[in-house]
């Protein structure tokens, strides 16, 4: 069982910059995949970034990419989402997430993540 906490959530001004970051329980994160996704009013929870095991591999939503970057950080067992040029559109609830490591799916997969936090809000202001 892993135990996710997520922190770092807040309110900016469209075009700032954010980290989120997302602590886990786990002995060790470096068997598990990592992503974040996010959920904003009224929508469905959608994919946002994801790192496997080893760091060697990422997916970036299309709306992430080249503003969006996640790291990971096993010896301290936690992983960022650090969150530049922030939108309006950007206003949602994150949520990281942990799956076991070796799966035959996308990264970006989200049914496929079995540990979830409960959530960080991010709020950006036009």
């Known amino acids: 069982q892993v135990q996710l906490v997520e922190s770092g959530g807040g309110l900016v001004q469209a075009g700032g910059s954010l980290r989120l970051s997302c602590a886990a329980s786990a002995r060790t994160l470096s068997t598990y995949d990592m992503g974040w996704f996010r959920q904003a009013p009224g929508k469905d929870r959608e994919s946002v970034v994801a790192?496997?095991?080893?760091?060697?591999?990422?997916y970036y939503a299309d709306f992430a990419k080249g503003r969006f970057t996640i790291s990971r950080d096993d010896a301290k067992n936690t992983v960022y989402l650090q969150m530049i040029s922030l939108k309006p559109e950007d206003t949602a609830v994150y949520y990281c997430?942990?799956?076991?490591?070796?799966?035959?799916?996308?990264?970006?997969?989200?049914?496929?993540?079995?540990?979830w936090g409960q959530g960080t809000q991010v709020t950006v202001s036009s």
């Open positions: 997430a942990a799956r076991h490591a070796f799966r035959r799916t996308a990264l970006g997969a989200m049914t496929t993540y079995d540990y």
């Open positions: 790192i496997s095991w080893n760091g060697g591999t990422t």
